[in-house]
């Protein structure tokens, strides 16, 4: 067990409505990266906050936005849902200034029917 | 652009051999390369990461080389059991800290 927890673990929406995932980033650690995986593919990048500024994002809409709070447990919000959204969502915490190791959580299984 | 390739047929070998995985990369200068197991619905672990400077890394069973020159990076499970099926990952780091993944390739270690 990594110490990242996600909630929830599973979630069924429909399209256009709202979604909100949560981290709870291992303790110690800094940084926390989003990654969203399709069937079958490697975990995409969706971005990362450092010390609760936004420190790079991917290829990823608007629709797609975050937070990290003071305690660096972390929001990803993602609007106006799509069908193609359906995945597993990682977060995935790490120490920037002791390694590039990424800890992740068991991840969140969003179904958009 | 950015091209990580990791085989996406399964890699089927027999319990007590030494499976061998490769990551091949393309217009990419990582400083850092990791590899991560991940079983079905659970997020990856990590399990070595290796820098640019370094040829070699072990860690138990575990190996991994990392050529710059061939752009390429091969994992290594020696004397494997069937726990050790899973797919691993392998992941790319230029210095920002942002890793980019592979695909991953499925390891199936058969008793």
């Known amino acids: 067990e990594t110490g990242v927890t996600q909630s929830p673990t599973h979630l069924i929406k429909t399209r256009g409505q709202q979604v909100t995932l949560r981290c709870s980033s291992q303790s110690g650690h800094n940084t926390v990266s989003w990654y969203q995986q399709a069937l079958g593919q490697g975990p995409q990048f969706i971005f990362q906050?450092?010390?609760?500024?936004?420190?790079g994002r991917g290829n990823f809409p608007p629709r797609f936005s975050g937070l990290q709070f003071p305690n660096y447990s972390s929001e990803l919000n993602v609007n106006a849902l799509e069908l193609d959204d359906s995945a597993l969502y990682l977060c995935a915490s790490s120490h920037r200034d002791r390694g590039d190791e990424q800890y992740f959580g068991p991840g969140t299984r969003l179904t958009v029917t | 652009s950015q091209k990580i390739e990791q085989n996406s047929e399964a890699l089927n070998i027999q319990e007590g051999k030494t499976a061998t995985l490769t990551c091949n990369y393309t217009n990419y200068s990582p400083a850092y390369l990791q590899w991560y197991r991940q079983d079905p619905g659970r997020g990856p672990v990590f399990l070595l990461l290796?820098?640019?400077?370094?040829k070699e890394k072990r860690k138990e069973r575990l190996k991994v080389t990392f050529d710059t020159t061939l752009k390429q990076s091969l994992f290594h499970i020696t004397a494997s059991q069937p726990a050790d099926s899973a797919t691993y990952l392998c992941a790319l780091d230029g210095g920002s800290y942002i890793p980019t993944f592979g695909r991953g390739t499925s390891l199936i270690v058969h008793p």
């Open positions: 906050y450092y010390r609760e500024e936004e420190n």
């Open positions: 290796i820098r640019e400077n370094e």
